[in-house]
């Protein structure tokens, strides 16, 4: 009887897994779990408590080809705790991303009462290029530190996802191509399709990239050569470089797409403190620069250099903005009013920091409107991504409320507001994906429809 059983719970695996396969169900085999506490003995990667206390590890069962019956391994949970690529004192070791496979940090792990718990707030995990945990603010004490904490090489696509992770303590100061990207180095190496990986929910900090040749060194936090990744509820702050203390992007396959993220108080020797472009073209949306410096100061070009790219920067806030030497619809450069962005140590980049949006923040409920993330997306506090019926700029969420019918959310009803109104009324027709945001701001009546009544709602809730 005993053997019948266990051949039947055989036969119902195998169909189980033929099952998830067809429908892309993810199995338990697709599955490795990553925990410095893991308790073991026995340390597998299949549980939290036989989880792999090395997340190389299992990068590298998860860039091997499995064993039937398992499963490629297409997720990698890790728990909080700090992770460092290396071996020995190797520091060109680093974590590189692999297509197909999403890095998923912020569970509570092997010990407590649900180890599948996911906060990255309160459970964070990070990657550090600090080998001998020493690192003091000033980048002092990282002489030893990793060139690179994460590399994404050619042929990886959007399906290799970095997700919820602190990136650290990376000292790009060796000899090209390690004098670039200190936290995040993207290489096409001129033999595939450019690298384009997804980097969601991460916060990039304290990074930097150090001259050791007659070239500059690029890119404190990030270096992109001809990629096109997606960068989405980020915090890049307190990187520095000699050009592009956040991110330079080089050659003309290179179109970075930066969604709701905040770039704040990353510093350059000489030019642009943000976001720097080489012949690259980048798009930025619902996101913040602010605070970024070089040579010149805070202005508009500290915070990003177009070059001769192709730039689109929309519903963001952009310190020194003009609207002159770069373009952007509904962008503007009031302060974000953030309510403590150095923390009470007086040190950007550090865990103390608070890039929240304060209430009266310009940032709230300005975001683009037709920005609509799908249900259960969170923002870089872990909280719901919207709140109110716009999005916020930047990589955090306010719960504000808004007005009915103040569509630009700034405390007033007035003809601008029925100006929107007037494009709602046909948006399921031509504007699509305008309808949430419409029906949220000028459905008065809660019918599911934009009509006479509504408008005439509107029109009572102006101001005299």
Not at 176 to 196: E, K, L, Q, T, V
Not at 198 to 220: D, E
Not at 234 to 244: Q, T
Not at 352 to 366: A, M
Request: include cysteine; charge should be negative.
């Amino acid at each position: 009887m005993r053997s019948t059983k266990r051949s039947l719970l055989a036969r119902l695996g195998a169909a189980c897994v033929a099952f998830c396969a067809a429908t892309g169900i993810a199995t338990a085999q697709s599955v490795r779990y990553v925990d410095a506490d893991a308790t073991g003995p026995t340390h597998d990667g299949l549980t939290w408590c036989t989880a792999y206390a090395d997340l190389q590890a299992a990068l590298d069962e998860a860039g091997t080809v499995p064993t039937p019956p398992n499963d490629p391994v297409t997720e990698i949970r890790v728990a909080a705790g700090m992770y460092k690529p290396r071996e020995g004192a190797n520091r060109t070791k680093r974590f590189e991303l692999i297509d197909g496979v999403a890095i998923v940090g912020g569970f509570a792990g092997c010990g407590l009462p649900d180890p599948d718990q996911r906060d990255f707030v309160n459970h964070p995990s990070i990657l550090s290029g600090d080998l001998n945990g020493d690192d003091l603010p000033g980048f002092v004490n990282d002489g030893e530190n990793s060139y690179h904490v994460v590399w994404a090489l050619a042929g990886v696509t959007r399906s290799a996802v970095l997700d919820g992770f602190v990136i650290e303590g990376g000292n790009a100061n060796g000899n090209n191509p390690s004098d670039r990207g200190g936290a995040i180095f993207m290489f096409n190496f001129g033999d595939g399709s450019p690298p384009s990986p997804t980097i969601r929910n991460c916060i990039i900090r304290r990074n930097r990239a150090v001259t050791s040749s007659a070239t500059p060194a690029k890119g404190g936090a990030i270096y992109i050569d001809n990629g096109s990744p997606l960068f989405e509820n980020c915090l890049i702050v307190g990187n520095h470089a000699p050009d592009g203390g956040a991110m330079f992007n080089f050659g003309p396959l290179s179109m970075p797409l930066i969604e709701r993220c905040t770039i704040a108080h990353n510093s350059a020797d000489a030019n642009t403190g943000g976001v720097y472009n080489a012949g690259a073209s980048t798009i930025v949306r619902n996101s913040i620069l602010w605070g970024n410096s070089d040579a010149g100061g805070v202005d508009e070009s500290a915070q990003y250099h177009a070059g001769a790219g192709v730039s689109e920067i929309d519903y963001s806030i952009v310190e020194g903005w003009t609207g002159a030497a770069l373009s952007g619809h509904e962008t503007i450069g009031d302060n974000p009013l953030f309510p403590d962005a150095d923390g009470s140590d007086g040190i950007y980049g550090t865990a103390d920091d608070d890039f929240r949006l304060s209430d009266t923040s310009p940032g709230v409920n300005t975001g683009d409107p037709a920005s609509s993330p799908a249900p259960g997306t969170i923002e870089l506090a872990n909280q719901p991504r919207l709140m109110g019926c716009r999005v916020d700029r930047g990589a955090y969420e306010t719960s504000v409320g808004q007005l009915f019918g103040d569509f630009d959310a700034d405390e007033d009803v007035d003809l601008r507001d029925v100006a929107w109104q007037q494009i709602c009324l046909g948006a399921e027709a031509f504007r699509p994906e305008l309808v949430r945001a419409c029906l949220c701001l000028f459905d008065d009546n809660s019918d599911e429809a934009l009509n006479l009544v509504d408008l005439s709602a509107l029109i009572g809730a102006m101001q005299p």
